[in-house]
């Protein structure tokens, strides 16, 4: 299936920065998911991406899906302490006859007043 | 809308003992059901893939017979650890899919502490 790494691990920025959190694939991306967690807590959706070239922005959060459709970014501008939290990116996998969503390997924010 | 649910939210139970996990779709029928499982500080494992009335299919190093998956009906899926053990101590997420491509939704998820 297909191997999803995320970079960087985890993040430290101070309130009111700009960050990037990069999802790389080893295959092509036919779907590509992004969620934020709390630790211990379910997943909030953020984004999903399908095609080539997309992007997409919810408040200050927008997401990317390159044209090769093998990596996905997302940005937030502005950073606030609510933003804390782990990411993760998730890819769409056709697989034994499933459609199912696998995860990278996820980036832990901390924003610092 | 797409809202799944978990119940129960977390449980603590003794060695030995079996737990059962409820999945719901609560505004939808899903095609198909999921089950994942986060260790902490890690991200979420696939376990296994179920669509109603048929078996589920587990992922590579996911023992069947210690994960029992039912799905009963397209907006119900349950999970019973059996013979639960503390090294099953986790979060359990499930998740629920609308329609291909359509969306994957999740679950709040589980907390199982096995004693």
């Known amino acids: 299936s297909q191997e999803l790494e995320q970079s960087p691990q985890s993040l430290i920025v101070q309130e009111g920065k700009n960050l990037t959190i990069n999802c790389t694939s080893s295959k092509t991306l036919y779907g590509l998911y992004w969620y934020k967690q709390k630790y211990g807590e379910g997943l909030i959706f953020l984004m999903m991406?399908?095609?080539?070239?997309e992007e997409k922005s919810h408040e200050k959060i927008t997401a990317k899906l390159d044209e090769k459709k093998q990596q996905s970014s997302l940005h937030i501008t502005a950073s606030q302490p609510s933003h804390a939290g782990i990411y993760l990116c998730?890819?769409?996998?056709?697989?034994?006859?499933?459609?199912?969503?696998?995860f990278g390997t996820g980036t832990k924010l901390q924003v610092i007043p | 809308g797409a809202v799944v649910s978990q119940h129960p939210s977390w449980v603590i139970c003794k060695s030995g003992t079996s737990v059962k996990i409820e999945c719901r779709s609560l505004d939808f029928q899903a095609t198909t059901m999921f089950w994942y499982r986060q260790f902490p500080k890690q991200s979420l494992m696939l376990m296994a893939t179920s669509n109603e009335g048929s078996k589920a299919t587990y992922e590579q190093g996911v023992e069947k017979d210690k994960f029992l998956i039912n799905h009963a009906s397209l907006t119900l899926s349950t999970l019973t650890v059996t013979s639960a053990h503390p090294e099953d101590s986790s979060f359990y997420i499930c998740?629920?899919?609308?329609?291909?491509?359509?969306?994957?939704?999740f679950g709040p998820g589980t907390r199982l502490t096995v004693l």
């Open positions: 991406l399908q095609k080539g070239g």
């Open positions: 998740s629920a899919r609308i329609g291909t491509p359509g969306g994957q939704f």
């Open positions: 998730g890819a769409d996998n056709m697989f034994g006859g499933y459609q199912k969503v696998t």
